[in-house]
């Protein structure tokens, strides 16, 4: 049987072009009521996030720089007051030994004593190296706005990654204050790939989601705003303003306080040596 001939190829009627069904343009749904709150609160949480971890950056850089200038003052001043008050307890002790009753001569002693163990308390064991000022990079700062705006526990609801936030954020402070910037990258990748990172569906519940960390950024940025006010108030950024402001104009504020207590440290050694010099 001899094949069947093809079917010619169709040809447009007179005065027609051939045209191809054209697809329906798709129409866009309109979005709900819920799904608009949720664009705005989705914008207002972020601009408010981006706030907080500005403030969390100038937070935790004023924490380390009166950590590192707390150290540097410990380090070269309050050793030496510590050594100072150490030979003035042992003048005291003497002082008590020499004359065991006079009550007055042994409370002296006593005071003394107790105020060399508080200083040598307070001022540690002197650092084998010097200690360093803080000094934060830009990519440093970079890195901790980052992991402020995604991991911090102010952030969330849910308790069980709030304790890992809470832990992480611990983590991140201290790798910024020890500049370990490597560390800082880690502890955001991890948590970035971590089950806790994958959100829910759902305008509704996201909604909801979303207005609790606007909530909480707020309540967080007020946070912030006390705590940076405590340490604006404090004993040692009220000396590392004076030391910075006089470091300024040439004067070195903690040069002289360690030349005047190096002063006394002789004076008491000298006294304590040569009980002749205790009656001057």
């Known amino acids: 049987m001899a094949p069947k001939a093809a079917d010619p190829p169709a040809t447009a009627k007179p005065g027609h072009a051939a045209t191809e069904p054209s697809a329906k343009p798709a129409v866009q749904r309109p979005a709900t009521p819920e799904e608009q709150e949720l664009a705005r609160k989705r914008e207002e949480q972020a601009a408010l996030e981006g706030e907080l971890a500005e403030r969390e950056l100038r937070c935790a850089n004023l924490r380390a720089e009166l950590g590192a200038f707390e150290r540097q003052y410990l380090h070269f001043v309050g050793s030496r007051y510590a050594e100072l008050d150490e030979w003035k307890a042992r003048l005291a002790e003497r002082l008590a030994r020499e004359q065991p009753g006079n009550e007055r001569a042994q409370e002296v002693a006593r005071e003394a004593r107790a105020r060399a163990h508080e200083t040598k308390s307070t001022a540690g064991e002197k650092a084998e190296h010097e200690p360093r000022a803080f000094e934060s990079t830009p990519e440093m700062k970079r890195l901790y706005r980052d992991v402020a705006k995604r991991i911090h526990p102010d952030l969330t609801s849910d308790r069980n990654d709030r304790a890992r936030r809470q832990q992480l954020m611990a983590e991140a402070n201290e790798a910024y204050e020890r500049g370990d910037q490597e560390r800082l990258a880690k502890i955001l990748t991890e948590y970035e790939h971590s089950p806790e990172a994958v959100q829910g569906e759902g ?4 909604l909801v989601r979303v207005i609790r960390r606007v909530s909480q950024a707020r309540s967080r940025l007020a946070e912030i705003e006390a705590e940076m006010q405590e340490l604006l108030r404090s004993d040692v950024y ?16 903690l040069k002289e306080m360690i030349s005047k207590v190096d002063e006394q440290i002789v004076l008491a050694r000298q006294r304590l040596e040569n009980p002749r010099e205790q009656s001057r």
């Not at 305008?203 to 996201?206: D, L, P």
């Not at 009220?238 to 504020?253: E, N, P």
């Open 203 to 206: 305008a509704g519940a996201e």
């Open 238 to 253: 009220q000396l590392k303003s004076r030391v910075d402001d006089a470091d300024r104009t040439g004067h070195d504020i």
